[in-house]
């Protein structure tokens, strides 16, 4: 079997998936990273900062308690939820070290780095573009009444 | 007043708005564009065919029932409600031509535009890394029992 490119790799997963097809799996994929907390997480883990626009800090390991804080609001079920639906679908490792009480380490994979790349741009739009989408829903409302 | 450059407007807005802060709009907009359906209408729109890889093809306009049809298994209500907040947020823009019976077309605005380059990268990552993520989930769950 001929070895492939990661070029020729992709190529072949792009025909193989399509996320517009209900019933692909990639589609369900989509909807699970599709999610603000999924963002915030790896945006948290992949050291943005908030400050640091287009370059990417390095990944980072942070305890339970330290995104808990940074993501503010939000719920302890919510994140204990989202951080281990991140590890099954191998996007993160969980390290727990048996100190007293244990510690327990979140960590960006290679799989969640290549996604958090990706990811980023959204969060950053977000903050970026909040004023012109605040001037447009201004404009909507004014000629909807 | 001076005149900003581009990338100072855009530091500027990052240090106006953190997505990590509950109570920050950018929060509210992430959780907006974060949702399945906004990235499979933007890639739509853009002319993401599933195939064209990282080379975005012009963007288009598009009737109700083309964007109904791309979008297998979206319900009307979900389509119809996420098309209008997307036009309310200066995403897209809404045209009625007043043909029997009237045509309407969506189509991405430059705002839209900007969002979509960042969108369409989610959208690409899930179905290139699914072979992954599906392997991924295996070892775990085998490990859970």
């Known amino acids: 079997m001929p070895t492939l490119t990661s070029a ?14 209900a019933g692909c799996p990639s589609r369900q994929l989509l909807d699970r990273i599709s ?11 992949g050291d ?4 640091c626009g287009q370059v990417a800090g390095p990944a980072r390991a942070m305890r339970y308690s330290e995104l808990s804080r940074q993501l503010a609001g939000v719920s302890q079920k ?15 490792t969980r390290t727990v070290t048996p100190t007293v009480p244990v510690t327990v380490r979140y960590e960006l994979t290679d799989l969640g780095l290549s996604l958090h790349q990706a990811i980023r741009a ?18 909507y409302d004014a000629h909807a009444t």
């Open 48 to 51: 943005d900062d908030g400050s």
């Open 78 to 92: 919510m994140l204990t939820q989202t951080l281990r639906a991140l590890e099954r679908d191998g996007l993160l």
């Open 35 to 45: 999610d603000k907390w999924v963002t915030l997480i790896l945006a948290a883990l």
């Open 8 to 21: 020729q790799r992709r190529a072949q997963a792009r025909q193989e998936y399509d996320a517009f097809l």
């Open 122 to 139: 959204i969060k950053s739009w977000a903050e970026e573009h909040m004023d012109e989408v605040i001037r447009s829903r201004e404009t």
